[in-house]
């Protein structure tokens, strides 16, 4: 079986704690995945995998986690054709609802233009928001995670989100 990347960035925690979840979820369902705080991994180490999660929280005002925006601009360079990802951001709805997840967008978008094919969707419904650059129609580009709000939700959402991205990653 052909392992994942799961590559990650958090300043609080949160982010770490779930990327340790789905990480070790995943493996008990048979997938085999390396992790990597992207604060001491090249960004150019992603273009090893041709499957990735990739996991970064939305900071202050719609900003990326401060490890993914030291890289941002290297990361913007890579070329994913032929990889597929999935993208995954802890945000607060409520405090920041002008830009929740935006950092999904922020990484999402490039690895798109850059030639990869994105999956893991997830549906707006049951957020309360005003706007995000992670939206596609009535989607967000991957799974978002509130734990400032519902954290009692994230649990569950992450299960519902490994066994949709297992099957898009015909694991």
């Known amino acids: 079986m052909e392992k994942i990347g799961l590559f990650w960035g958090s300043n609080t925690g949160n982010q770490e704690e779930a990327a340790g979840f789905l990480k070790e979820y995943m493996e008990s369902e048979g997938a085999q995945i390396d992790e990597f ?10 273009l090893d995998y041709k499957k990735l999660i990739i996991g970064c929280p939305t900071w202050h005002i719609g900003e990326l986690q401060d490890d993914w925006d030291f890289i941002y601009e290297k990361y913007k360079e890579l070329d994913f054709s032929g ?3 999935a993208f995954f951001g802890c945000g607060d709805q409520v ?38 650059l992670a939206l596609d129609g009535d989607e967000f580009l991957g799974l978002g995670l509130d734990n400032d709000n519902e954290e009692e939700l994230s649990e569950e959402r992450m299960i519902v989100w490994a066994e949709l991205i297992k099957d898009e990653f015909e694991l």
């Open 37 to 46: 705080n992207i604060a001491d991994t090249d960004p150019k180490k992603m």
């Open 83 to 85: 990889i597929t990802a």
């Open 95 to 132: 405090g920041y609802a002008d830009n929740f997840l935006d950092a999904i967008g922020l990484l999402g978008k490039p690895f798109m233009q850059n030639g990869g094919k994105l999956i893991g969707r997830w549906p707006t419904e049951g957020y309360e928001f005003d706007n995000s």
